[in-house]
T-cell receptor, first 111, second 114 residues
Framework: KNQVEQSPQSLIILEGKNCTLQ??????????LRWYKQDTGRGPVSLTI?????NTKSNGRYTATLDADTKQSSLHITASQLSDSASYIC??????????FGKGTHLIIQP | EADIYQTPRYLVIGTGKKITLECSQT?????MYWYQQDPGMELHLIHY???????EKGDLSSESTVSRIRTEHFPLTLESARPSHTSQYLC?????????????FGPGTRLTVT
């Protein structure tokens, strides 16, 4: 069964600090992996998409990595801001049109 | 910000009532989706549509129904609401069927059935 596991489940860090969120998947065959940011009471918004041949991709203070061999991805947030407080969801597309969602990491940035 | 809208944003309703959750997008996207999301849990696909007059059930069994009479409109209906239907419902759309196309999500409807 295709699965996406995210860790940690929740994380609290101080403003200005860096953090890394993890995503492990068993989806096969692999097509791509997206990281979404979901603010409280809002729908998810895409941060970045990773394909099989990409190892690293940055979007401002967000940097995603992908290791297709070990089926792992990470999202690194640099110099965190209060507005980074949200849930971060890893979504893997595999097969013809299937998406598998992780449960997300709930990130809280404290001043 | 994506041009996809959901109404109502919040709904509290009694058991047995019929409800319709509205979803509209102005991006001209062919594909539209409904997801159900419980707190701290992953999104589950309950319905999707490839275009007008096309609707399919998703991975998660749902007692709801959908229709797609117009490209921009994809309403979800519950004929008789039950407390087990309490959840957040997210509507999304995407431009095409290719694997790289991003899904754009609406703000969601938080439904509480008492």
């Amino acid at each position: 069964k295709n699965q996406v596991e995210q860790s940690p489940q929740s994380l609290i860090i101080l403003e200005g600090k860096n953090c890394t969120l993890q995503c492990n998947y068993t989806v096969s065959p692999f097509s791509n992996l997206r990281w979404y940011k979901q603010d409280t009471g809002r729908g998810p918004v895409s941060l970045t998409i990773m394909t099989f041949s990409e190892n690293t991709k940055s979007n401002g203070r967000y940097t995603a990595t992908l290791d297709a061999d070990t089926k792992q991805s990470s999202l690194h947030i640099t110099a965190s801001q209060l507005s980074d407080s949200a849930s971060y969801i890893c979504v893997v597309r595999g097969g013809a049109d299937g998406l598998t969602f992780g449960k997300g990491t709930h990130l809280i940035i404290q001043p | 910000e994506a041009d996809i809208y959901q109404t109502p944003r919040y709904l509290v309703i009694g058991t047995g009532k019929k409800i319709t959750l509205e979803c509209s997008q102005t991006m001209g996207h062919d594909k539209m989706y409904w997801y159900q999301q419980d707190p701290g849990m992953e999104l589950h696909l309950i319905h999707y549509s490839y275009g007008v007059n096309s609707t399919e059930k998703g991975d998660l069994s749902s007692e709801s129904t959908v229709s797609r009479i117009r490209t921009e409109h994809f309403p979800l209906t519950l004929e008789s609401a039950r407390p087990s239907h309490t959840s957040q419902y997210l509507c999304a759309s995407s431009r095409g069927q290719g694997s790289s196309y991003e899904q754009y999500f609406g703000p969601g409807t938080r439904l509480t059935v008492t």
